[in-house]
């Protein structure tokens, strides 16, 4: 492939990314089989490897790993128990909060945490925020290469804040050590049938994108 036809393609899946959030009910949350399970988790957990060579500018160094970011997937299943479990390790969720029904029919929930330095660490605050600035821009780069990875393997996809799942109630249950902090919830849609009726929403800022001229400006030479 030339340059110019990577980079039309990847360009045209920066295009096609957008947000989808797919609802089912906890009642009767969707069911996979074993065999389409296995296929669409293969396609996420190349993803996930594949979106790793993301820039990192400070090796965080952290049991010997220099990411700082850590990555954890859940699978149908786990997404399934999550939603059932959310109302008693969360007594504050809303009646109203949509997680336990985008839980019941994603694919797989890809939780991305990214790893702040203490003060134990870096003792001078300036320093401290400056490096930590760092490693969130890092993580966030990081989601961004999966993201375009899910869209390029066709599977839909909604980064989720889901604050609720950063709490240290639902970190104890999946097991995520307290010092890491949740940068989103990737929510991956598996295409299944059955799945079409299910109600979806976008985002809300798919609509709104500006041209470059309106957000981009350029310098030939200092005067």
Not at 35 to 64: T, W, Y
Not at 175 to 180: E, K, L, M, S, T
Request: one cysteine or more; charged letters at 20%.
């Amino acid at each position: 492939m030339s340059n110019e036809a990577g980079f039309e393609q990847l360009a045209a899946w920066i295009r096609q990314r957008k947000t989808t959030k797919v609802f089912g009910m906890t009642e009767q949350p969707v069911q996979l089989s074993q065999e389409m399970a296995q296929l669409h988790d293969s396609a996420v957990r190349r993803a996930i490897a594949a979106a790793g060579p993301a820039p990192f500018h400070f090796a965080r160094n952290i049991e010997g790993i220099a990411e700082p970011w850590r990555v954890t997937a859940l699978w149908w299943e786990a997404c399934r128990g999550l939603a059932a479990e959310l109302p008693s390790l969360c007594p504050d969720l809303k009646p109203g909060n949509k997680l336990p029904a985008i839980l019941s029919a994603c694919g797989a929930s890809v939780l991305v945490h990214w790893l702040p330095a203490t003060a134990d660490e870096i003792a001078d605050a300036a320093k401290r925020e400056e490096t930590n600035f760092e490693h969130l821009a890092a993580a966030s780069a990081y989601v961004q290469n999966f993201l375009l990875l899910l869209t390029a393997a066709g599977l839909e996809s909604y980064w989720a804040s889901a604050n609720l799942l950063d709490s240290p109630p639902v970190k104890s249950r999946l097991g995520i050590p307290a010092g890491r902090k949740l940068l989103g919830a990737i929510m991956v849609g598996y295409p299944l049938e059955g799945t079409s009726a299910l109600e979806r929403a976008g985002g809300g800022n798919h609509t709104k994108r500006s041209p470059a001229e309106a957000w981009s400006r350029e310098l030939s030479q200092l005067r």
